[in-house]
């Protein structure tokens, strides 16, 4: 059997004192002890120091480089419910990574020290709760802004950019990324907030990149090519990229849609 690189009982104890005995997942934030009905000196507890890289070799996110005293330390622990525990351990942790464990653990300890000595009403359930009709708004006004059917998503999606396009595409993209580029439209949600944040990044660098190489025609669209080009011109290899960051764009607008109605449901947009 393999040796375990377990953690006492004191770093167990301290890491659940620094979560505040809440999950560290930042979707789930249960409460993981309570009181039993029926002994009075007795306690339910659903808690757990969870291993960020693995106890042992082969194990989920197992790191090599650690030394066995580092892979014992409070570093390399992240408390969880038992839920979430057994959760980031499926697949051999393949699906939680060893950045994501640390980010959970870094943002909600710092979640705690902002909420010491604060009214559980003001940043528990309440709080919580109140993160979901905040970000449905938002999500509401993405759809509104920059929907399906509108010819930004035709742009991204279908147009081959050596087509002419009309300037007015490229500029609602630059107001949609302008206005859209600042912290009122954050999500709460941070699984949602890192998915908007892709989506701003890649539409960010399809705008900019599209911008350095069009020019305007007699009639006021934008083009790429002109009648000039030669075959060998490097600006078929950049009109290429460019389809392909189109594409990258529209499926990270898709998967932002689809996080959202998972969490959120589907928003009424007037």
Request: proline letters at 4%; glycine letters at 4%.
């Amino acid at each position: 059997m393999e040796k375990r690189d377990n953690f006492t009982k004191k770093i167990v104890d301290v890491l659940a004192r620094r979560a505040s005995y809440i999950c560290s997942q930042p979707e789930c934030k249960v409460l993981t002890i309570s009181p039993s009905d029926t002994i009075s000196d007795k306690f339910l507890y659903i808690g757990k120091a969870a291993h960020i890289t693995a106890a042992a070799v082969g194990g989920p996110r197992y790191d090599d480089s650690l030394s066995p005293k580092e892979r014992g330390a409070i570093e390399n622990a992240i408390f969880l419910c038992s839920s979430c525990a057994d959760m980031i351990d499926k697949n051999n942790g393949a699906d939680f990574s060893t950045c994501t464990l640390i980010e959970w653990k870094l943002q909600h300890e710092a979640w705690v020290r902002r909420n010491l000595n604060k009214s559980i009403f003001s940043f528990g359930s309440a709080a919580i709760s109140l993160s979901v009709p905040s970000d449905r708004l938002l999500f509401a006004k993405l759809l509104e802004q920059f929907p399906y059917n509108s010819h930004m998503m035709y742009l991204l999606r279908d147009n081959d950019v050596a087509n002419p396009f009309p300037a007015e595409w490229l500029k609602d993209i630059n107001s949609f990324t302008q206005e859209w580029n600042d912290a009122s439209h954050e999500f709460i949600d941070p699984k949602l907030e890192g998915k908007r944040k892709d989506f701003m990044v890649k539409l960010t660098s399809f705008e900019n990149g599209l911008w350095s190489i069009t020019w305007k025609t007699e009639n006021g669209d934008l083009s790429v090519l002109s009648h000039k080009f030669k075959e060998e011109d490097p600006r078929w290899e950049k009109i290429n990229e460019l389809n392909a960051m189109g594409t990258e764009v529209h499926n990270a607008h898709q998967e932002l849609v689809r996080a959202c109605k998972a969490k959120l449901g589907d928003p009424e947009v007037s």
